[in-house]
């Protein structure tokens, strides 16, 4: 996986900013029991989340999971089969959308040709009949915020995607809604603009407090941008966490292979307890390697399981390491160069592949491993977590 930038969680953050770990934390969206059901088909099935005021927070699965169903009951524009939908403490129940203190922001922009930038932005706040002075000074906060006060006089053909990304933004905010509902916002960027865009989005977001709910199926923008992400898979939440857990401490396979890269090692639970290190598990594997690692759920032994190790944690090298707690050998098949990275591709006497991933701190010449070499991976017990089958 990329880590071009870092994630919402890897700087330090005061303990109300994780308001999810209060007890008596109150939310500011709360689906309960949420079903939807298109006729035979089931959309959203039983969902129960929270999300907090001030949250970045992220709906993250393929396509057809259920995310954007999910958005839209929020916003009104479909009706939950079953369950509730709260705002603030609130039953949207009986709210149409256009009175709910939500606001919504397409992949598409959606913004009207034939209106400028500052038309754009003033158009919600003029339907809420507002006096001129207060919409002037609203409309120039906002192009302020998305740094557009240069573009105020054109008209959306006359810029690039990302500025009419921004445009879209400043006015979904100009009403200052309780909360921001995003659908694939970034979809329509290249790979560099949605890169810098990720961070303007945090920074505005941060800066104004409004709650953010973002769907995406990308898995480096959820990463990027969210406090936290709610993982989807066939309607249900996978797994709801920050995005260093998601990524360090899966509770599925479906959560481990869907975020990021992985090797699934499989086998079963042979030793609850290792004589080296109690935290620590014994797993064989299916071709009778004995492995530790961590386990974060109710095992015993005898159990089918796989081991989920990323292959940045695995170290390769063509002699074996006699310190190492975790060691297989196998036959380099194949090396893909991405630049400041290269990941190999390592066959084992099973016949499965073990990707191993190096920073290239040297050129390619002068590589140490190279094709049809004979190798070793190793890596700590705490670099790997066993899952349930």
């Known amino acids: 996986m990329s880590t071009k930038g870092p994630s919402r969680n890897s700087k ?22 949420v ?50 939908i ?42 809420s009949n507002l006096e001129k002075g207060v919409i002037e000074e609203r409309t120039e906060e906002m192009l302020r915020l998305v740094k557009m006060q240069d573009f105020a006089n054109r008209k959306p053909h006359q810029m690039s995607g990302g500025q009419r990304q921004r445009v879209a933004l400043a006015r979904s905010l100009a009403k200052n809604p309780k909360l921001l509902l995003l659908d694939e916002p970034l979809g329509a960027l290249d790979a560099k603009l949605r890169e810098s865009t990720q961070f303007e ?16 199926h990308d898995q480096e923008e959820a990463m990027t941008v969210s406090t936290r992400i709610g993982v989807m898979n066939m309607g249900v ?12 401490n899966p509770k599925s396979k479906f959560v481990a292979d869907f975020i990021g890269d992985v090797n699934m090692i499989e086998g079963s639970i042979s030793k609850l307890h290792a ?17 530790l690692a961590r386990c974060e759920f ?44 290269s990941t190999y591709y390592v066959r084992l006497e099973n ?17 140490e491993i190279t094709w049809e070499d004979d190798v070793w991976l190793s890596w700590t017990p705490g670099g790997g977590v066993i899952l349930a089958q």
Request: charged share 25%; hydrophobic share 40%; with cysteine.
């Open 86 to 127: 709260l705002l603030d403490g609130k039953d949207l129940a009986d709210t149409p959308p256009n009175l709910r203190p939500v606001n919504m922001m397409f992949q598409s922009y959606a913004l009207f040709p034939h209106l400028t930038v500052a038309q754009n932005i003033a158009f919600g706040l003029k339907r």
């Open 35 to 84: 079903t939807k059901r298109f006729g035979d088909f089931t959309a959203v099935d039983n969902l129960s989340l929270k999300v907090y005021p001030g949250e970045f927070f992220a709906l993250l699965g393929p396509s057809g999971c259920g995310k954007s169903t999910l958005l839209r009951m929020l916003a009104g524009f479909e009706t939950p089969t079953s369950g509730t």
């Open 275 to 291: 004589k080296t290190k109690d935290e620590f598990i014994e797993f064989t594997t299916d071709t009778g390697s004995k492995l």
């Open 201 to 216: 989005l945090v920074n505005i977001q941060e800066k104004l407090g409004t709650s953010f709910i973002i769907v995406t």
């Open 237 to 248: 939440l996978a797994q709801v966490d920050t995005p260093a857990d998601l990524y360090e």
């Open 298 to 341: 109710d095992c015993k032994v005898g159990d089918k399981a796989s081991l989920a190790i990323r292959p940045e944690k695995i170290s390769i090298s063509k002699k074996r390491d006699p310190k190492a707690e975790n060691q297989v050998s196998g036959k380099v098949d194949d090396i893909a160069y991405i630049g400041n990275l």
């Open 12 to 33: 330090p953050v005061e303990s109300k900013v994780l308001p999810w770990l209060k007890p008596d934390a109150v939310p500011i969206v709360e689906f309960k029991n």
């Open 351 to 367: 016949g499965a592949i073990i990707k191993a991933q190096e920073a290239n701190r040297r050129r390619i010449s002068n590589r």
